[in-house]
């Protein structure tokens, strides 16, 4: 009973199957709102679950020259790694499932392993979209994901903690983007980033190079790419809601802000025209990186000074 009784707690609520469900609505109203600002109608709201299930339902296609295990294994570590870092944050507003000292430098780097196995997905393959976005994505994951720490950095320096929930007990009354706005830009343009989303989807420009590192996915593989994508997206506004946003203390609020910060990442994806990859990599790894540290620096000053 004991063992039954885990497996609907990581199912149900608040466990994976519903944060999947999540990550896809969050998905539609990402779709929906850009659909809007384009003065488009968009997709239906059962529009992403129908994609899945459809993905699902389909054959797994295994291109020659490629190595059948990792080809088959990838999409099921994105997903995996996704879930996981899930598990250290308060998602729901509700109090993280497990918490431990130090837990937000693994959760980046889980968060991490989306963009990593979509680069292998892509250089496990002989085609040459795959190849170019496979290059693509594994550049671009040098370029954000240290701003994206250093910005998440800011807020635990401030608590004086590497766990998500200290930091997010913090941050419950204090709204941080106010003492450390340049961190809380940072933070949210490294989630675009690490997402792929406009105007930094060169790794995946359909105009370009089809679906760039995903090219030769179908089916199943390419389902838990994208049901990956939705889990990441939601831990990682959970994560710039909580810490910059005044906390995440409970579902109403926790809706709110991450869908508050939704639309200004939709709103950004309609303003902004894509980047080429030397644009995303060049200027942001220079400024954005520059300016996290000095941010950090100044913090680091302050709290010397304080003390």
């Known amino acids: 009973m004991s063992t039954l009784t885990a497996l609907m707690a990581l199912l149900f609520f608040p466990g994976g199957l519903i944060i999947l469900l999540v990550g896809l609505a969050y998905e539609w109203a990402d779709r929906k709102l850009v659909a809007r600002f384009q003065n488009r109608i968009g997709p239906r709201w059962f529009q992403p679950l129908a994609d899945i299930v459809k993905l699902l339902a389909k054959e797994e296609v295994v291109p020659q020259g490629v190595h059948p295990g990792l080809f088959v294994t990838l999409p099921v570590i994105a997903l995996s790694g996704a879930l996981t870092a899930a598990l250290y944050v308060p998602v729901f507003g509700l109090a993280p499932s497990y918490s431990f000292s130090g837990d937000l430098i693994v959760t980046v780097y889980l968060l991490s392993l989306l963009t990593l196995c979509t680069g292998l997905a892509g250089a496990n393959t002989l085609n040459r979209f795959s190849l170019i976005g496979a290059t ?22 401030a608590a004086g903690s590497w766990r998500i929930s200290a930091i997010a007990d913090y941050g419950a009354d204090r709204w941080l983007i106010l003492a450390q706005p340049v961190g809380f830009v940072v933070a949210l343009i490294g989630l ?33 790419f994208r049901l990956g ?32 910060l939704l639309g200004v990442l939709a709103g950004l994806q309609s303003l902004l025209a894509r980047l080429r990859i030397d644009q995303t990599v060049g200027l942001w790894w220079r400024y954005g990186t520059i300016l996290a540290l000095v941010q950090f620096l100044i913090l680091i000053v302050w709290k010397g000074l304080a003390a």
């Open 192 to 224: 675009m980033g690490k997402l792929e989303l406009p105007p930094f989807d060169a790794p995946e420009a359909e105009t370009e190079i089809v679906a760039g590192a995903l090219t030769e996915y179908s089916g199943r593989g390419l389902a838990l």
């Open 229 to 260: 994508k939705g889990v990441e997206l939601v831990v990682g506004l959970t994560l710039v809601a909580a810490f910059y946003l005044g906390g995440v203390a409970n579902p109403i609020a926790f809706f709110a802000k991450t869908l508050a």
């Open 136 to 157: 693509r994505t594994l550049t671009q994951l040098f370029s954000y994901e240290a701003p994206f720490l250093l910005a998440l950095l800011g807020p635990a320096l």
